[in-house]
Nanobody, 126 residues
Framework: QVQLVESGGGLVQAGGSLRLSCEVSGGTFSRYAMGWFRQAPGKEREFVATITWNGGMTDYLDSVKGRFTISRDNAKNTVYLQMNSLQPEDTAVYYC???????????????????WGLGTQVTVSS
């Protein structure tokens, strides 16, 4: 049974930083492409960032490019999302997700991901 557990969320002032972590257990993390998504109150869940199994390719939501960085440590079964210059519009529940399909790929589509965490709340005050 694959489990994803996010951590690192919290309350931060605009302009601040947070680093989210997502630890994966019960599966073969090093073979999964990983993604981060978020859902703000009253809005649909949206793609934020993704990374290939080997870390060689990444993709981001346009509004977070240059501010957020996704990375992974396959030895620790963990994917990270470093978030800098946070803005109130970044307030959301952040979810990590795993794509178990073989091959080198990134995807912004929620349907591409097989496993999901329960999320961690990020609140950015103005």
């Amino acid at each position: 049974q694959v489990q994803l557990v996010e951590s690192g969320g919290g309350l931060v002032q605009a302009g601040g930083s947070l680093r989210l972590s997502c630890e994966v257990s019960g599966g073969t993390f090093s073979r999964y492409a990983m993604g981060w998504f978020r859902q703000a109150p009253g809005k649909e869940r949206e793609f934020v960032a993704t990374i290939t199994w080997n870390g060689g390719m990444t993709d981001y939501l346009d509004s977070v490019k240059g501010r957020f960085t996704i990375s992974r440590d396959n030895a620790k079964n963990t994917v990270y999302l470093q978030m800098n210059s946070l803005q109130p519009e970044d307030t959301a529940v952040y979810y990590c997700a795993a794509d178990r399909r073989p091959g080198i790929r990134v995807s912004s589509k929620q349907s591409a991901y097989d496993y999901w965490g329960l999320g961690t709340q990020v609140t950015v005050s103005s």
